[in-house]
């Protein structure tokens, strides 16, 4: 069966620190990945997508960048964190119709 | 411009009741349409979902009823429990841009 692992579980970073959060996806191969964020009380904000190695797709210009070193990892990171980056991030792959979410990483900058 | 549109922030419904989530989205090309529920502090998890062939899917106590004319679609939750308190996601599949546009959310309370 496949899984989604993210880590770490909760981040908390001052302005101007660096980000990398890191998720991985057990049991399929060549999946789409998504990097989502959820802001206090928002929707789902789609951050980044990639449908293969290397290949990174960006929803919404920011601070943030995402990279694909290896087939089932998927990497978001930020050289300097600004205070308006906290918020909820969500990892997710696509079978079919339907996309699968890991559990999250709860990242407050102070 | 938002393609999924989810005009009801929060839902109060008492326990036994039914729940009715409404979404209504603008893309006449989407053809597959799902529902997540959220807990606070986890991913969403997938509950249910309707291809656009379809009009009605039903699981258990969730039912799913797309309404293509009025590019409308509701989750109907019947009997409703304490457990179903949770965000509820709307969402259509894009995968022409391998995406799946979502909606605001809806906040439900269910009631004791």
């Known amino acids: 069966s496949q899984t989604i692992h993210q880590w770490p579980a909760t981040l908390v970073q001052p302005v101007g620190s660096p980000l990398s959060l890191e998720c991985t996806v057990e049991?399929?191969?060549?999946?789409?990945l998504y990097w989502y964020r959820q802001a206090a009380g928002r929707g789902l904000q789609l951050l980044f997508y990639?449908?293969?190695?290397?290949?990174i797709s960006s929803e919404v210009p920011q601070n943030l960048s995402a990279s694909r070193p290896q087939d089932r990892q998927f990497i978001l990171s930020s050289k300097k964190l600004l205070l308006s980056d906290s918020g909820f991030y969500l990892c997710?792959?696509?079978?079919?119709?339907?996309?699968?979410f890991g559990p999250g990483t709860r990242l407050t900058v102070l | 411009d938002q393609q999924v549109k989810q005009n009801s922030p929060s839902l109060s419904v008492q326990e036994g009741r039914i729940s009715i989530l409404n979404c209504d989205y603008t893309?006449?090309?989407?053809?597959?349409f799902l529902w997540y529920k959220k807990y606070p502090a986890e991913g969403p998890t997938f509950l249910i979902s309707?291809?656009?062939i379809k009009d009605k899917n039903e699981d258990g106590r969730f039912t799913v009823f797309l309404n293509k004319s009025a590019k409308h679609l509701s989750l109907h939750i019947v009997p409703s429990q304490p457990g179903d308190s949770a965000v509820y996601f709307c969402?259509?599949?894009?995968?022409?841009?391998?995406?799946?546009?979502w909606g605001a959310g809806t906040k439900l309370i269910i009631k004791p």
């Open positions: 997710a792959w696509r079978r079919g119709n339907e996309q699968f």
């Open positions: 049991g399929t191969s060549n999946p789409n």
């Open positions: 990639s449908v293969g190695i290397g290949q």
């Open positions: 893309n006449s090309m989407f053809d597959y």
């Open positions: 309707i291809s656009s």
């Open positions: 969402a259509a599949s894009d995968w022409s841009n391998y995406q799946l546009i």
